[in-house]
Nanobody, 123 residues
Framework: QVQLVESGGGWVQAGGSLRLSCAAS????????VGWFRRAPGKDREFVAA????????SYRNSTKDRFSISRSDNKNTVYLQMNSLKPDDTAVYYC????????????????WGQGTQVTVSS
């Protein structure tokens, strides 16, 4: 059974930084794509970033690509989302998700989801 556990969320002032972690376990984690998504109050879930198994291929939401960075641990079991220059609009619950195949911004293409971690950015 695949399990994804997010951590690292919290409260930060605008301009600050946070690093989210997504720890994965389970056999289907091999050769998987991990994506980060977020859902702000009253809004749909939206794509933030994704990374390939090797870590060599990444993709980002346009509004975050200059401020956020996705990476993967050497043992492939943990994926990080480094978030810099945070803005109040970044306030949301952040989820990591897993799929096979290539990175994809469509959340419906992901098979497994974590429970989410809250990020709150104050102005």
């Amino acid at each position: 059974q695949v399990q994804l556990v997010e951590s690292g969320g919290g409260w930060v002032q605008a301009g600050g930084s946070l690093r989210l972690s997504c720890a994965a376990s389970g056999p289907t984690f091999i050769m998987s794509i991990v994506g980060w998504f977020r859902r702000a109050p009253g809004k749909d879930r939206e794509f933030v970033a994704a990374i390939s198994w090797s870590g060599h291929t990444t993709s980002y939401r346009n509004s975050t690509k200059d401020r956020f960075s996705i990476s993967r641990s050497d043992n492939k079991n943990t994926v990080y989302l480094q978030m810099n220059s945070l803005k109040p609009d970044d306030t949301a619950v952040y989820y990591c998700a897993l799929k096979l195949g290539g990175p994809d911004p469509d959340p419906s293409k992901y098979d497994y989801w974590g429970q989410g971690t809250q990020v709150t950015v104050s102005s």
